[in-house]
């Protein structure tokens, strides 16, 4: 399965503010995903990112509060802007694995603090 | 939309077994299982493509009816390893994975 490296693995940011968080892929991958899980919470998709188009959307999440970037098939940023305390949360990158299986594999998280 | 997974938290100790159900209002071509600990990203443990279709992972196993939409996971001799949070994912027609609220699972000595 697919290793995935995700940066920064928790900051603290103040209000108002934007934090950038990347996922770095070892092996090339046609979709990546965002995921937002609040403690104790489950994970709720935030969009999909594919290489070459605009990431879609899921409902509740908006391209100006979350841009995302995907320059290639093997990374991918999310950023979380003019934060608030509500955006606290844990960010999860994951993508699907190559062979018969189809599991997803995650990221580390990022675990944001907004203050 | 979110499967809905029962029961929310279940006590085990060592040696005893569990199960663990999901169900989703969409027909769904297939469902994952994943496991996360405290602090830890989720680990995919299984997926279920086919009705009635059961799968195994260590002493873990899985079953799913498609033509109800129902797939449980059982937790066979369980062991402390075994604790953490439970999520399945149900896959509809799209690419798109969603998940159930989860089950945390603690095993005790």
């Known amino acids: 399965s697919a290793v995935i490296s995700q940066k920064p693995s928790r900051d603290i940011c103040q209000r108002g503010t934007s934090l950038t968080i990347q996922c770095q892929v070892d092996?090339?991958?046609?979709?990546m995903f965002w995921y937002r899980q609040q403690p104790g919470q489950s994970l709720t998709l935030i969009a999909t990112a594919n290489q070459g188009s605009e990431a879609t959307y899921e409902s509740g999440f908006v391209i100006d509060k979350f841009p995302i970037s995907r320059p290639n098939l093997t990374f991918s940023t999310l950023t979380v802007s003019n934060m608030s305390p509500e955006d606290s949360s844990i960010y999860l990158c994951?993508?699907?694995?190559?062979?018969?299986?189809?599991?997803?594999?995650f990221g580390s998280g990022t675990r944001l603090t907004v203050v | 939309q979110q499967p809905v997974q029962s029961p929310q938290a279940v006590i085990l100790r060592e040696g005893e077994d569990a199960v663990i159900n999901c169900s989703s209002s969409k027909a769904l071509y297939s469902v994952h299982w994943y496991r996360q600990k405290h602090g830890e990203a989720p680990v995919f443990l299984m997926i279920l493509l086919k009705g009635g279709e059961q799968k195994g992972h260590e002493k873990i196993s899985a079953s799913f009816n498609e033509k109800k939409q129902q797939s449980s996971l059982y937790l066979t001799a369980s062991q402390l390893s075994y604790s953490g949070t439970y999520f399945c994912g149900a896959k509809s027609n799209d690419y798109k994975l969603s998940f159930g609220a989860g089950t945390t699972v603690t095993v005790r000595a």
């Open positions: 092996s090339q991958v046609t979709m």
């Open positions: 994951s993508v699907v694995g190559q062979g018969s299986d189809y599991g997803y594999t």
